[in-house]
């Protein structure tokens, strides 16, 4: 059985790019829309690792890190931002925030399945 990764992002068409890379990888893949349908989905099905963007409607990326590392479920499992964001004050904030990792929108499907490999293992 793959690894669970959730997938949380407005953009329909970035989560389906980013479920269609994961999959043919092994992955099993959950999406979310925002920041609080992702921390509902969570609290049901856990996951091993969360890619989230940062800019979302209701709750975005930096406010959706800092409640799932308040839980101790979450305390220690990845979250990359996948974001169109680059600016190094935002990469504070995410890392402030409790993000593992940064990875800039347009992505490459190998560069961020390399991503995944080396922060999963």
């Not at 999406?31 to 099905?45: C, F, I, M, N, R």
Request: net charge neutral; proline share 5%.
């Amino acid at each position: 059985m793959g690894k669970k990764i959730m997938t949380v992002d407005d953009s329909a068409s970035v989560r389906q790019m980013v479920s269609f890379t994961l999959k043919n990888e092994g992955y099993e893949v959950s999406e979310a829309e925002d920041g609080v349908e992702a921390l509902a989905k969570l609290q049901q099905q856990p996951v091993d690792m969360v890619l989230t963007d940062l800019n979302m409607p209701n709750m975005d990326g930096i406010e959706l890190i800092k409640q799932l590392r308040a839980n101790p479920s979450f305390k220690f499992i990845p979250i990359i931002f996948l974001t169109t964001e680059s600016q190094e004050e935002k990469k504070q904030q995410g890392k402030q925030a409790g993000a593992t990792g940064w990875i800039v929108k347009p992505f490459k499907p190998e560069q961020l399945v390399g991503v995944i490999k080396k922060v999963l293992g």
